[in-house]
Nanobody, 116 residues
Framework: QVQLVESGGGLVQPGGSLRLSCAAS????????MSWYRQTPGKERNVVAQ????????DYDDSVKGRFTISRDNGKNMVYLQMNSLKPEDTAVYYC?????????WGQGTQVTVSS
């Protein structure tokens, strides 16, 4: 079955960095555009970054452009999100998702908290 396992979150000070990882299984990973989303309590889950099957970056949310970098390793079925210059407003639970017919599959997410 489809599984998505996010990791790498934590507590970091403003200006710090984190690298999130998503381990995917149960589907043909190299055929899916992968997305990172984030969600704060009481708000909708919003897309942060997207990367095509062959590694082309589709887009970033304006709020993270120049600070976040999405990447993937098709050989390992992994997608990553390098987050630099973190701000308190980046605090959220972060999720990865393959979209299309698998849009309804979500992992447990990984909590990122940016605070001094």
């Amino acid at each position: 079955q489809v599984q998505l396992v996010e990791s790498g979150g934590g507590l970091v000070q403003p200006g710090g960095s984190l690298r999130l990882s998503c381990a995917a299984s149960g589907f043909t990973f190299n055929r899916y555009t992968m997305s990172w989303y984030r969600q704060t309590p009481g708000k909708e889950r919003n897309v942060v970054a997207q990367i095509t099957p062959n590694g082309v970056i589709l887009d970033y949310d304006d709020s993270v452009k120049g600070r976040f970098t999405i990447s993937r390793d098709n050989g390992k079925n992994m997608v990553y999100l390098q987050m630099n210059s973190l701000k308190p407003e980046d605090t959220a639970v972060y999720y990865c998702n393959p979209g299309r017919d698998l849009w309804n599959y979500w992992g447990q997410g990984t909590q990122v908290t940016v605070s001094s």
